[in-house]
């Protein structure tokens, strides 16, 4: 079966060639457990509008995520020390820490994507898992395909990064080193797609360096958490997360949740944990 990988939702293709995807709609009020239903479709596109309808349409309790508990700026200073030891690791933890977009959003980044005259980057598409190994898949729906405005400390770590990356790739094709130009900001040693389970056991092993028990999916939610304490509106939260619908947000992160996209990247560009680390050391 090929399917997405975790955090990037539940749409599937299954063997006879049908998608489907599996919706949380809400908690059972006597048992606590989550109720799902299952949506079918030819296509993902028309599996996503039934998703969509179907989270529109769902009247039961909103359910908080309570159990969570958002970072502290100790805590995430504790994972940016422990992320020194690889560049790659700690410009991609600056990324998500200023976007709070998915594993496998990251991990299909382009350079192309990238604007360092609007200080943006344009989310545009996803590493998924199929039974014929990795591929990138377009973020076809509207609420996945955003713009986000990034703070410049952000900025600096990826102009950093692709200086890097241009000489570590130069000195692999020198060496005779097999190497894909697929333009990609966080590629595997060879130019090619990260497997998302790997990216999420690295990073794993660097987040228990620092002490800490979390994985790169909660993340997000850290993300939405942070959005919420800091005031910004439900939906600009929705439009930066990707999520389709305000009920989505809702069900999975936060309560409490004014502003706009630029306030977001301003409070991000003042609010940056650690001082900036410059990595002398090529990309490897």
């Not at 996945?144 to 990356?165: A, D, N, W, Y």
Request: glycine fraction near 6%.
């Amino acid at each position: 079966m090929a399917k997405r990988a975790n955090g990037e939702g539940t749409i599937c293709k299954r063997k006879d060639g049908l998608w489907m995807t599996a919706v949380i709609i809400g908690r059972d009020a006597a048992t606590g457990k989550s109720v799902r239903k299952y949506c079918y479709g030819k296509t993902k596109g028309e599996v996503q509008q039934k998703k969509d309808a179907l989270l529109e349409r769902s009247k039961g309790p909103v359910f908080i995520d309570k159990e969570f508990v958002p970072l502290s700026s100790t805590e995430w200073a504790r994972l940016f020390t422990a992320a020194e030891a690889d560049a790659a690791m700690y410009t991609a933890l600056s990324l998500e820490w200023a976007t709070g977009i998915s594993r496998s959003e990251l991990l299909g980044l382009k350079w192309i994507d990238f604007n360092f005259i609007t200080d943006s980057v344009s989310i545009q598409r996803a590493v998924i898992i199929t039974d014929n190994g990795l591929e990138l898949d377009d973020t076809k729906t509207t609420a996945r395909q955003r713009v986000l405005p990034l703070p410049e400390i952000t900025i600096l770590q990826m102009k950093q990064h692709q200086t890097r990356q241009t000489a570590a790739i130069a000195a692999h094709k020198a060496a005779g080193l097999p190497w894909e130009d697929n333009d990609l900001v966080f590629p595997d040693p060879f130019g090619k797609l990260q497997d998302p389970r790997s990216w999420s056991k690295q990073f794993k092993r660097m987040a228990k360096a620092a002490s800490i028990d979390i994985t790169f999916h909660k993340l997000r939610h850290d993300h939405a958490s942070r959005l919420s304490a800091n005031g910004v509106s439900i939906k600009d939260a929705q439009y930066r997360l990707g999520h389709s619908t305000t009920q989505m947000l809702l069900n999975v992160y936060t309560h409490r949740i004014s502003g706009g996209q630029e306030k977001i990247a301003s409070w991000l560009n003042s609010s940056f944990p650690v001082a900036t680390i410059t990595h002398e050391t090529p990309l490897q």
